[in-house]
Nanobody, 115 residues
Framework: QVQLVETGGGLVRAGGSLRLSCAAS????????MAWYRQLPGKQRELVAD???????NYAVSVKGRFTISRDNANNTVYLQMNILKPEDTGVYYC?????????WGKGTLVTVSS
């Protein structure tokens, strides 16, 4: 079993930055792809970014160039650095990992960007 806990959400002005953290416990996740998803108001959950065990990254078009995903395998943690935030980035951000065809999720952290 894996437990994921997101922290770092909050209120920020447009153009500002936030750094989200996802701390994992229960399993060492260094060999697995980890990801950040978000759910915007009135929208379905969508992939924001993911990162492989080797550090290769993938980003949604909407955040490319503004967000950076990274991982610290020694601490079993994944991060999402969010820069140049826009009001349309407002939503709940979730950490995710897939193990043996089962998805594990954190409870989410709310990001609110004011204009």
């Amino acid at each position: 079993q894996v437990q994921l806990v997101e922290t770092g959400g909050g209120l920020v002005r447009a153009g500002g930055s936030l750094r989200l953290s996802c701390a994992a416990s229960g399993r060492v996740l260094s060999l697995y792809i980890m990801a950040w998803y978000r759910q915007l108001p009135g929208k379905q959950r969508e992939l924001v970014a993911d990162i492989t065990s080797g550090g290769s990254t993938n980003y949604a078009v909407s955040v490319k160039g503004r967000f950076t995903i990274s991982r610290d395998n020694a601490n079993n943690t994944v991060y999402l650095q969010m820069n140049i935030l826009k009001p349309e980035d407002t939503g709940v951000y979730y950490c995710n990992v897939r193990l043996d065809y089962v998805d594990y999720w954190g409870k989410g952290t709310l990001v609110t960007v004011s204009s």
